[in-house]
């Protein structure tokens, strides 16, 4: 079981950036495909970001393509998001999740999940 904790979220104006981080508690993540998923209430939560254990691929949902970024650094054990030009639609609850192999935009094909953290971008 991996632990994983995010943070970095915030209140932001559209337009702005954030860059959410997501710890892992074992060094064996770096086996692990990672990804953000966002949910606001009433909807499914849907996929965002992936990439694979070391970091040269990488797959994004089309309503985040050239505005949001997602890395890692396996010798600190974390996985970023950095996005940018954010807009209001963005706002939702961002979760970090691990899965060992390759990376799913499914997520129920992950079984390791942080526990949230809220991004807002007013308008």
């Known amino acids: 079981q991996v632990q994983l904790v995010e943070s970095g979220g915030g209140l932001v104006q559209a337009g702005g950036s954030l860059r959410l981080s997501c710890a892992a508690s074992?060094?064996?993540?770096?086996?692990?495909?990672m990804a953000w998923f966002r949910q606001v209430p009433g909807k499914e939560r849907e996929f965002v970001a992936a990439?694979?254990?070391?970091?040269?691929?990488?797959a994004y949902a089309i309503s985040v393509k050239g505005r949001f970024t997602i890395s890692r650094e396996n010798v600190k054990n974390t996985v970023y998001l950095q996005m940018d030009s954010l807009k209001p639609e963005d706002t939702a609850v961002y979760y970090c999740?691990?899965?060992?192999?390759?990376?799913?935009?499914?997520?129920?094909?992950?079984?390791?999940w942080g526990q949230g953290t809220q991004v807002t971008v007013s308008s």
């Open positions: 074992v060094r064996t993540v770096s086996s692990y495909a």
């Open positions: 990439i694979n254990w070391s970091g040269d691929s990488t």
């Open positions: 999740a691990a899965r060992f192999g390759s990376y799913n935009v499914v997520p129920q094909m992950y079984h390791n």
